[in-house]
């Protein structure tokens, strides 16, 4: 079982920045793709942002320009640095992982996890 802890939401201001972490527990070398999703009550949960061992980096078009992915080696840890934030970035967001099948590495089982959000507030 892995754990995911996302860190790093809060309140600010349009135009600031925050930071997102995604802890993950324990360092596993099945993590194929480590994702960024956001969920608002009236928008459901949306794709946000993505990172991989073979397509790199990726993102929804609303945040391209503003916001930057990154993983360390060991996939420890996931970051979503944010800069100009806007209202509509105003979301609980959630770190999400997914694992090779056994069919890409035998030791693995293609699981997906997800983590249990951090809210994100920007006022106008």
């Known amino acids: 079982q892995v754990k995911l802890v996302e860190s790093g939401g809060g309140s600010v201001q349009a135009g600031g920045s925050l930071t997102l972490s995604c802890a993950v527990s324990p360092v596993t070398p099945c993590i194929r793709d480590m994702a960024w999703y956001r969920q608002t009550s009236s928008a459901g949960r949306e794709f946000v942002s993505g990172i991989d061992d073979i397509h790199g980096t990726r993102y929804t078009d609303s945040v391209k320009g503003r916001f930057s992915i990154s993983q360390d080696n060991a996939k420890k840890t996931l970051t979503l640095e944010m800069a100009n934030l806007r209202p509509e970035d105003t979301a609980m967001y959630f770190c999400?992982?997914?694992?090779?099948?056994?069919?890409?590495?035998?030791?693995?089982?293609?699981?997906?996890?997800w983590g249990q959000g951090t809210q994100v507030t920007v006022s106008s």
């Open positions: 999400e992982i997914e694992m090779y099948s056994s069919r890409i590495k035998s030791e693995c089982r293609g699981e997906e996890y």
